[in-house]
């Protein structure tokens, strides 16, 4: 059974800091997603990370695949307010085509 | 491009009734994802279909969910009869073709299912 695991569950930081999420998968992969959750909303893509060393960045958020260890980061620089939200990350199944999420990280960005 | 539709978008139902959910997916889009998302976990898949044919229903409830793609276009999954632990957010998802992966997963807004 393909298992994703995110930590952490639950980040509040202040604005302006950096920090990581990191985002640990059990089986041979190499293609992870991140998504965004607003409350009551449904998921929007962040990144696709295809391959092996894949680094993507948008805005403030920059993700970052290495196969070799089944790991992925988001790192958020210099938070700020809108970056509030639930993040997952996501793998296909191991020769399958449909997503398994992690359970998601909520994070709080407070002034 | 319209996104992914799904209705309705709330439903409420006393335990053991029936109930149905609604997809559209992009169009062109040949394979299409139903996900159950309980409050605080992520989403766990629970069908997909490539056209309008089962590629993975292994954690579908099959003694009380049901799920069709007709003519391989739009889709419906069904609960009969509903438990409380029914109660979530289902999610519809679809993406181009099978493989082509750098496109990525187009989730709709979601039915959020409350069983009282």
């Known amino acids: 059974e393909l298992k994703v695991e995110q930590n952490p569950l639950f980040l509040s930081m202040q604005e302006g800091k950096n920090y990581t999420i990191y985002c640990n998968y059990s089986?041979?992969?190499?293609?992870l997603y991140w998504y965004r959750q607003d409350p009551g909303k449904s998921l929007e893509s962040l990144f696709v990370?295809?391959?092996?060393?894949a680094v993507k960045q948008e805005g403030r958020l920059m993700a970052s695949l290495d196969t070799k260890a089944r790991l992925s980061t988001l790192h958020i620089t210099a938070a700020v307010h809108d970056l509030s939200a639930t993040y997952f990350c996501?793998?296909?199944?191991?020769?399958?085509?449909?997503?398994?999420f992690g359970k998601g990280t909520s994070l709080l960005v407070t002034p | 491009e319209a996104g992914v539709a799904q209705s309705p978008r709330y439903k409420i139902i006393e335990k053991r009734q029936s109930v149905a959910f609604w997809c559209n997916p992009i169009?062109?889009?040949?394979?299409l994802y139903w996900y159950q998302q309980i409050l605080g976990q992520g989403p766990k898949l629970l069908i997909q279909?490539?056209?309008?044919?089962?590629?993975?229903d292994s954690q579908l409830p099959k003694d009380r969910f049901s799920a069709e793609r007709l003519k391989g276009v739009d889709s419906t999954l069904k609960i009969q009869p509903a438990k409380l632990e029914d109660s979530a957010v289902y999610l519809c998802?679809?993406?181009?073709?099978?493989?082509?992966?750098?496109?990525?997963?187009?989730f709709g807004s979601g039915t959020r299912l409350t069983v009282v």
């Open positions: 998802a679809s993406s181009p073709i099978l493989g082509r992966r750098e496109y990525g997963y187009t």
């Open positions: 089986t041979t992969s190499d293609r």
């Open positions: 990370l295809l391959s092996n060393g």
């Open positions: 996501a793998v296909d199944k191991v020769n399958g085509y449909a997503l398994n």
């Open positions: 169009s062109g889009h040949a394979t």
């Open positions: 279909f490539q056209n309008n044919g089962v590629v993975d």
